[in-house]
C-alpha cells in the first residue's frame, strides 16, 4: 500500500517562511504533488514533482528526492490567507496503466500577525 | 470554462436512507474520480470512472457505487447510509489518467448523516 506522513501541524508568523515535509512509500511512483485547502473548500493544486530538485512558483517551491522519498513544500513571505491545510499526495501507478492519487493527513498551517 | 461542479453542495440523510452525489467534469476531461474526506482527514480515493466504466477502486465497501455518463458526468450513491459516512465528498476530473498535475477538484458536496 501507500504511506504518507506529513506533520499535522505548522504555526509561523506572517513574512516568515516555512517548510512543510512529506516523507512516503508507494510502488510505482510518478510523482509528488501539493494542494492547499481552506476550511469547507475544494482542495486546489499547488504543485507537482516528478523529478529530483527544486520548483519553484511564486512564493511557493516544492522539493523532490525520489531516493529518499522526500519531499517538501516552501512558502515564503507567509501572508494571513496562506492559513490553510495542505496535502502531499503521491501519484502512482495502482493496476495495470492505472494512476491514482493519495493524500497524506495533511498539515494544518496558522499564520500569525 | 466551467471546472469541475457537485451538487448537491450540502445535504443531511437519516441513518440507513440512500444518497446520489452528483458531478460534471471540467470540459474536456473525461475521467471522475470520488474521494471521501472526514473532518480532519486526507481525501480518501474511492474510485475513478473512465468510459463508463469503473477501472479502480479504493478500499471501500460494496455500498459506496458509482456511474458514468456518456457525456462523462458521473454520480456517486451510498446505500444503508451510516453516521460515519458523514463527510466531505469530493469529486476531482481528468483528461485520461491525467497526471499529477492535471487533476482538479469540486467543491464538494458536504454530506451529514444523523
Known amino acids: 500500500g501507500q504511506s504518507l506522513e506529513q506533520p499535522s501541524e505548522v504555526t509561523a508568523v506572517e513574512g516568515a517562511i516555512v517548510q512543510i515535509n512529506c516523507t512516503y512509500q508507494?510502488?510505482?511512483?510518478?510523482?509528488l504533488s501539493w494542494y492547499q485547502q481552506h476550511d469547507g473548500g475544494a482542495p486546489t493544486f499547488l504543485s507537482y514533482?516528478?523529478?529530483?530538485g527544486l520548483e519553484e512558483t511564486g512564493r511557493f517551491s516544492s522539493f523532490l528526492s525520489r531516493s529518499d522519498s522526500y519531499g517538501y513544500l516552501l512558502l515564503q513571505e507567509l501572508q494571513m490567507k496562506d492559513s490553510a491545510s495542505y496535502f502531499c499526495a503521491v501519484f502512482f501507478l495502482s493496476s495495470g496503466s492505472a494512476r491514482q492519487l493519495t493524500f497524506g493527513s495533511g498539515t494544518q498551517l496558522t499564520v500569525l500577525p | 470554462d466551467a471546472g469541475v461542479t457537485q451538487s448537491p453542495t450540502h445535504l443531511i440523510k437519516t441513518r440507513g436512507q440512500q444518497v446520489t452525489l452528483r458531478c460534471s467534469p471540467k470540459s474536456g476531461h473525461d475521467t471522475v474520480s470520488w474521494y471521501q474526506q472526514a473532518l480532519g482527514q486526507g481525501p480518501q480515493f474511492i474510485f475513478q470512472y473512465y468510459e463508463e466504466e469503473e477501472r479502480q477502486r479504493g478500499n471501500f465497501p460494496d455500498r459506496f457505487s458509482g456511474h458514468q455518463f456518456p457525456n462523462y458526468s458521473s454520480e456517486l450513491n451510498v446505500n444503508a447510509l451510516l453516521l460515519g459516512d458523514s463527510a466531505l465528498y469530493l469529486c476531482?476530473?481528468?483528461?485520461?489518467?491525467?497526471?499529477?498535475?492535471?487533476?482538479?477538484f469540486g467543491e464538494g458536496s458536504w454530506l451529514t448523516v444523523v
Open positions: 476531482a476530473s481528468s483528461l485520461g489518467q491525467g497526471q499529477g498535475n492535471t487533476i482538479y
Open positions: 514533482n516528478a523529478l529530483d
Open positions: 508507494t510502488s510505482g511512483f510518478y510523482g
